[in-house]
């Protein structure tokens, strides 16, 4: 299969907990991104980190890169129900940077 | 950023018909498009690369004789779902490509195709 894969497939928490989603990839990339997508809609963009990052922080947004491992991981911090959705990472290569996405994490936040 | 649509939004048809969605970049001339397939529940699977003024690059089991791809011009992708079959029900969606290697990808809102 050409996806990657991420864990945990769904993830449950309460309102102002962290959350933590993993994804790992199987090709080389250029860039991974992180996307968000509520139910039946489209994507929204959330972060890109490139190969040669490690880490990188966009508001409540962290996302690490381990290129060795091939993996990335994204953390919400103080989450709300708001961010309640299923998030994609996706390994971005070739000249115009195609897409390879995870296999995706519901992410259910209780009030 | 950049905008992209896609029309229709929602298409309902019958088995064995044809549906063509469309997929344009609105403020942005996108030599490349590349269109994805998502089943419920499920993530986005890429489908094909569409090159403006050549023919499309379809990703390994995509049949390219059932989904045409056609990039006519800077603007315009489109994807014909011949002969459809409930199995091809699913939400498409198309994005833009961008020349620069590290620039986020601009999506379109998707397509539900639902096949009776």
């Known amino acids: 299969s050409q996806q990657g894969e991420e864990d945990p497939q769904a993830l449950s928490i309460q309102e102002g907990e962290n959350a933590t989603m993993n994804c790992s990839y199987k090709?080389?990339?250029?860039?991974l991104q992180w996307y968000r997508q509520n139910s039946g809609r489209g994507l929204v963009h959330l972060i890109l980190?490139?190969?040669?990052?490690r880490e990188k922080h966009s508001g409540r947004l962290r996302v690490t890169l381990d290129t060795s491992k091939k993996s990335s991981s994204l953390l919400i911090t103080a989450s709300r129900a708001a961010d309640t959705a299923s998030y994609f990472c996706?390994?971005?290569?070739?000249?115009?940077?195609?897409?390879?996405f995870g296999a995706g994490t519901r992410l259910a936040v209780h009030p | 950023g950049a905008v992209v649509s896609q029309h229709p939004s929602r298409v309902i048809c019958k088995s064995g018909t044809s549906v063509k969605i469309e997929c344009r970049s609105l403020?942005?001339?996108?030599?490349?498009m590349f269109w994805y397939r998502q089943f419920p529940k499920q993530s986005l699977m890429l489908m094909a690369t569409?090159?403006?003024?050549?023919?499309?690059?379809?990703e390994q089991g995509v049949e390219k004789d059932k989904f045409l791809i056609n990039h006519a011009s800077l603007t315009l992708s489109t994807l014909t779902v011949t002969s459809a079959h409930p199995e091809d029900s699913s939400f498409y969606i198309c994005?833009?490509?961008?020349?620069?290697?590290?620039?986020?990808?601009?999506f379109g809102p998707g397509t539900r195709l639902t096949v009776l």
């Open positions: 403020d942005f001339q996108a030599t490349t």
């Open positions: 090709t080389s990339i250029n860039n």
């Open positions: 569409s090159n403006e003024g050549s023919k499309a690059t379809y």
């Open positions: 980190i490139r190969s040669n990052e």
């Open positions: 994005s833009q490509g961008s020349p620069q290697v590290n620039n986020e990808q601009f």
């Open positions: 996706a390994g971005g290569s070739g000249g115009y940077n195609k897409l390879i």
